[in-house]
């Protein structure tokens, strides 16, 4: 199915529906909460382009991101998730993060994949800051520790050296 296909496939289901709820004659639609899944559905289009026979992979970056934005204020426009910005920001990290794993999956280039790991570890380590799933003690005697990423990744480029 064409791009153009599915947009006016989703467009006439949307139409419906919203003539639908207009008129009394269906679910009640409220577009202040259904907005992001129209964000994330642009998001989608620009993954199933990017993965389509011949269609530029470097779309799936961009996809990813933007459907993930659209699912995270989904979920937070139906409660699901109830933080404010001020704590979810570091979900935007790990949507970043997640973008660069299918970015190396699509291009088939792993390098891709250890950016997406530090975004996605930073953005997790923030989150449950913000979110106080660990008591604050715990967290600052672990952040003694930190160096310890800087020797695992000397010792990672130091085999990759010598596998060459």
């Known amino acids: 199915m064409s791009n153009r296909a599915f ?14 709820s207009n008129l009394g004659l269906g679910m009640r639609f409220n577009m202040s909460t259904f907005w992001p899944l129209l964000v994330a559905l642009v998001g989608a289009m620009f993954i199933r ?11 799936v970056f961009v996809g990813v991101i933007i459907f993930g934005i659209g699912v995270l204020y989904f979920l937070k426009e139906i409660g699901l998730v109830t933080a ?14 997640l ?8 291009l088939h280039e792993p390098h891709f994949s250890g950016t997406g790991a530090i975004l996605c570890a930073i953005g997790a380590v923030f989150l449950v800051v913000n979110m106080r799933l660990v008591d604050t003690e715990v967290f600052r005697e672990l952040l003694k520790y930190w160096p310890v990423l800087i020797i695992a990744a000397g010792v990672l480029k130091l085999v990759d050296s010598y596998r060459q």
């Open 7 to 20: 947009a006016g496939i989703a467009l006439v289901i949307l139409g419906v529906v919203l003539l639908l």
């Open 99 to 106: 973008a660069f794993f299918a970015q190396a999956a699509a």
């Open 49 to 59: 382009d990017a993965l389509r026979h011949g269609g530029d992979k470097s779309h």
């Open 84 to 97: 404010g910005m001020g704590q979810l920001w570091p979900a935007f990290l790990i949507v970043v993060g």
